[in-house]
């Protein structure tokens, strides 16, 4: 059997960007690789990283820090480490000294581009891009927004970055296979945000723990115990969640957090042999060779879903429902038969929107049905690029849509129904054949 290289992340207090870094290092990745890989993506003037060995009750394990420069004086201030949350407008980990080094705001595409041009190893940019989308997907969610939108801080940006992507590398260094991680400890009490305290865990961490269907408990720690940033790490690229798998153990990374705690505040990453796991596990869900994503291929944004059951509307109502949607920016508007409660007959009907055009489509639905409540979900959608080329046909001309790819390449084409219809209608020709004569004409106008 061939032999896995696998690494298992133990979470008793919880999980942080930083604390990644500390176990990587505390596990033999060189920190001087971490920073001339780093350095690539443009923020070098920025930031300074450097590792410490510290104990934490009694227990010696690696401290990374992220001094963030300041841009004047070049002196710097370590960021806040196990607690630093880094995404949407939230300041409520940064200390007020850190606040100061800038205001700028970096979304999403900046951050991806910053990735794209700083010509990293292959999986570790790969995986880095998906988890600042996974991280700005959970918060564009919370906050209703789409994720291109979600802004991060100057400082809370430069320390994610330099968190993930570290991460990323270091993990890519080590040349694992599989990540497994722990169950992850809930933590309690509240924070300090920008719009006030926060429950924790803070909304952008329980969204992405629901995105994976993360196994929670708690430790009896009242303290945030898991970042934004190490859920969105750790929900992007772990196999599985919970005990850990049957392995050779071979190396021990040992990740301090900032704070003491009442049990010692430590990542721990096992680092060992496996054999056919991806045979052997009937949980495999999910692989590092997953979150590789060698280019993308499709547009991408939040999208809002409306959902309403009704058992007592004239059914003649309903195409006047859907035309009324469409009218006030409604992308898609759909049925599906239903059975109800006392084995009433009814309908399923949804309604995709963007998510600022939520409350209009809620107004149609009380407006024009029965309805006495309605749903509400945020949703990703992917949609390709897509045109319309007209073809002279005998019958008369046919639209065709083209969808492509981000890199152009072809991948449907397909003449408007519409057009097909009236032309079969006015030659009394079949509807079939019209479509395909259509189609058959636009591709020899490609050769």
């Not at 100061?100 to 700083?118: N, V, Y």
């Not at 049990?263 to 990453?269: D, V």
């Not at 994503?293 to 939040?302: C, F, G, K, R, Y």
Request: glycine share 8%; proline share 5%.
């Amino acid at each position: 059997m061939a032999m896995q290289k696998v690494a298992y992340l133990e979470c008793p207090t919880g999980i942080a960007g930083d604390m990644c870094l500390g176990a990587l290092v505390s596990a033999g990745v060189p920190l001087d690789y971490l920073t001339a890989k780093l350095d690539r993506l443009g923020i070098a003037e920025e930031y300074r990283l450097r590792a410490d060995l510290v104990h934490r009750n009694g227990q010696q394990a690696t401290k990374v820090w992220v001094d963030l420069l300041d841009a004047h004086s070049h002196t710097g201030h370590a960021h806040a480490g196990h607690h630093h949350h880094h995404a949407h407008d939230h300041a409520h980990h940064q200390p007020k000294e850190q606040q100061k080094t800038g205001s700028r705001l970096r979304h999403l595409p900046e951050i991806e581009q910053m990735i794209q041009r700083a010509e990293l190893p292959r999986r570790a940019e790969a995986w880095s891009l998906k988890i600042f989308r996974q991280l700005a997907d959970a918060e564009g969610a919370v906050h209703g927004v789409p994720a291109e939108q979600v802004h991060f801080h100057e400082v809370g940006a430069i320390d994610a970055i330099v968190d993930v992507v570290g991460t990323c590398l270091g993990l890519d260094w080590l040349d694992l296979d599989l990540i497994y991680c722990s169950s992850l400890p809930t933590g309690g009490g509240t924070i300090r945000a920008a719009h006030g305290r926060l429950p924790v865990p803070v909304p952008a961490v329980l969204k992405l723990y629901e995105l994976r269907n993360v196994p929670i408990y708690s430790n009896g720690i009242d303290r945030e115990l898991v970042t934004p940033t190490g859920a969105a790490i750790v929900t992007t690229l772990a196999t599985q969640f919970g005990a850990p798998p049957a392995m050779t153990l071979q190396k021990i990374g040992l990740g301090a957090g900032s704070r003491d705690l009442p049990i010692p505040n430590i990542l721990r990453l096992w680092i060992g042999g496996a054999k056919d796991i991806h045979e052997n596990s009937v949980h495999h869900t999910h692989s590092l060779s997953d979150a590789i994503v060698p280019q993308l291929v499709a547009n991408s944004e939040t999208i809002s879903v409306l959902e309403t059951q009704i058992d007592d509307l004239n059914p003649q109502a309903i195409g006047y429902v859907f035309d009324a949607l469409f009218a006030v920016g409604a992308v898609d508007v759909f049925t599906q038969a239903i059975g109800m409660k006392k084995s009433r007959p009814g309908v399923l009907l949804t309604v995709i929107c963007p998510t600022e055009k939520e409350l209009a489509c809620e107004t149609v639905l009380f407006r024009e049905t029965s309805t006495l409540g309605i749903r509400h979900t945020v949703q990703r959608r992917s949609w390709l690029d897509r045109a319309f080329h007209p073809v002279e046909t005998e019958y008369g001309t046919v639209q065709i849509k083209v969808a492509r790819q981000k890199d152009g390449t072809i991948v449907n084409v397909q003449p408007e129904y519409e057009d097909c219809a009236q032309l079969a209608r006015q030659h009394n020709v079949a509807w079939r054949e019209i479509h395909r004569i259509a189609l058959q004409t636009w591709y020899l106008r490609q050769s």
